[in-house]
T-cell receptor, first 116, second 112 residues
């Protein structure tokens, strides 16, 4: 069964460093997403991406964040200068259609980012 | 704006007894509702989704949910809990075209 793959599963980084979280969405999907879950809190939407541009982003997704689809298979989330409060589980997801009209998004297993 | 409220942060049941995980939604139009499950160290997996074709929705692993518009609820049930059901469950609503809104999650504990 096709699945969304995220690497690494766990990343530890020093405050102020740049990190890139990587995702390989399901191959025929066109819509891509990043969510995050700070420990003990709810899963929060960060950004959605379609046709090589951001289609929607949350207020969390500020100038420190960027997304890219550098090739036909990868989808990345970059945090330019990490802060302690960026520590969270980051989930990548993809779907073949927009999420309205009951479309299922497929999620990866997550990358746990720890900023020290 | 769409939102979901999960009424219980933790639920404990004995193996073999029924499971009820509660979710209420708020939506200005017919909502797209989902239940996802997260097992430890695993990704989020779809359990079931409301399609408006039927108010009682059957999902994987014996779970089902009933959409009740009059009560704005979409509660998740299972007749008989199994140890492998221990996980965190999220009620989710699609908000607009490009994002999901998650509930705060319910951690289900199954006692032997």
């Amino acid at each position: 069964e096709p699945e969304v793959t995220q690497t690494p599963s766990h990343q530890v980084t020093q405050m102020g460093q740049e990190v890139i979280l990587r995702c390989v969405p399901i191959s025929n999907h066109l819509y891509f997403y990043w969510y995050r879950q700070i420990l003990g809190q709810k899963v929060e939407f960060l950004v959605s991406f379609y046709n090589n541009e951001i289609s929607e982003k949350s207020e969390i997704f500020d100038d420190q964040f960027s997304v890219e689809r550098p090739d036909g298979s990868n989808f990345t989330l970059k945090i330019r200068s990490t802060k302690l409060e960026d520590s969270a589980m980051y989930f990548c997801a993809s779907s073949d259609k927009p999420l309205a009209a009951n479309t299922e998004a497929f999620f990866g297993q997550g990358t746990r980012l720890t900023v020290v | 704006a769409q939102s979901v409220t999960q009424l219980d942060s933790h639920v404990s049941v004995s193996e073999g007894t029924p499971v009820l995980l509660r979710c209420n939604y708020s939506s200005s139009y017919s909502p797209s509702l989902f239940w996802y499950v997260q097992h430890p160290n695993k990704g989020l997996q779809l359990l079931l989704k409301y399609t408006s074709a039927a108010t009682l929705v059957k999902g994987i692993n014996g779970f089902e949910a009933e959409f009740k518009k009059s009560e704005t609820s979409f509660h998740l049930t299972k007749p008989s809990a199994h140890m492998s059901d221990a996980a965190e469950y999220f009620c989710v609503v699609a908000s607009g075209t490009y994002k999901y809104i998650f509930g705060t999650g319910t951690r289900l504990k199954v006692l032997a």
